[in-house]
């Protein structure tokens, strides 16, 4: 059982975008770190790494992940990844780990020759990796499988929704580089893409500084289906539109019609309520 409540804290999309992701950037890397190779950097990222592609791991076996056969090695990596994890104190100066700053979550404990703890990515943490990392398809995939009981509307349907919207699963990487969120060129002729992205902003505005992983999985889940509507400008003329895919999904999904059904009826009260708002102003 996951003891997030008591160890990381981190807060909605917006604060993703605005704190979290620029402060990681500064602190760990973003994607043209490789260039500056700056060793902590990479230290962080490929711990990171480890965890994306394998889930919860104890330091222990993160580090044999990446040394199997060497035994002294592992020990003085698992040393290491416990000091990045969970910060250290040195000289009575304090310096935050990768957990404190809301990427890692302690995930247990498991007992392996005594108790040792257990660790796993946040989902910002999962969003940092999707920004920062070179991933492969292949790799984002594997991840999806590791992390699907944490989103379950999202990764729990990945193989789903990859038959039926093919690449369009990895437009979360959109997300990861703080895109499509609150961008007022979202809004297309005939497309309520800008309306839907505005009420989801709105419907978890309170949780800037502290939101549930289930609720940031909602709000995230919410982000990827809506934004199945953007599509490219270059799409070819044999491309089913953002509706069509959506309504693919919804065909042999009842269960995300359903839920997605309440969020757009949601949304479409929320700018029938505003609208009256400016009509009873009393301005004009």
Not at 114 to 142: A, F, H, M, W
Request: charged share 30%; glycine share 6%; with cysteine.
């Amino acid at each position: 059982m996951s003891t997030e409540e008591n160890t990381t804290k981190y807060g909605n999309l917006y604060s993703y975008k605005f704190y979290l992701r620029p402060t990681v950037h500064r602190l760990y890397g973003d994607r043209f770190s490789s260039i500056k190779k700056i060793k902590h950097h990479e230290n962080v990222q490929k711990l990171l790494h480890v965890l994306f592609l394998h889930g919860t791991c104890t330091t222990w076996e993160m580090a044999k992940i990446k040394h199997p056969n060497d035994v002294s090695t592992i020990r003085t990596k698992e040393k290491e990844y416990r000091r990045l994890i969970k910060g250290r104190t040195d000289r009575g100066k304090h310096s935050s780990g990768i957990m404190e700053l809301g990427l890692v979550i302690n995930d247990g404990q498991k007992f392996n020759k005594g108790y040792s703890d257990t660790y796993r990515l946040s989902l910002p943490g999962i969003l940092y990796c999707l920004d920062v990392l070179n991933l492969s398809k292949k790799e984002i995939d594997q991840m999806a499988a590791k992390y699907a009981i944490f989103m379950p509307k999202l990764f729990g349907k990945w193989e789903f929704l990859k038959s039926l919207v093919d690449d369009d699963v990895y437009k979360i990487q959109i997300l990861a580089r703080g895109l499509l969120l609150d961008n007022p060129e979202l809004s297309l002729e005939k497309s309520p893409l800008y309306e839907l992205m505005s009420y989801l902003n709105f419907k978890y505005r309170k949780f800037y500084e502290f939101i549930s992983e289930k609720d940031l999985s909602e709000q995230i889940s919410y982000w990827f289906y809506t934004c199945i509507l953007y599509q490219n400008q270059r799409k070819g003329k044999n491309t089913l539109s953002g509706v069509e895919k959506l309504h693919a999904i919804f065909k042999k999904d009842k269960e995300i019609a359903t839920w997605y059904k309440e969020f757009f009826k949601e949304s479409e009260l929320y700018f029938k309520d505003r609208t009256k708002i400016l009509k009873n102003s009393g301005i004009f």
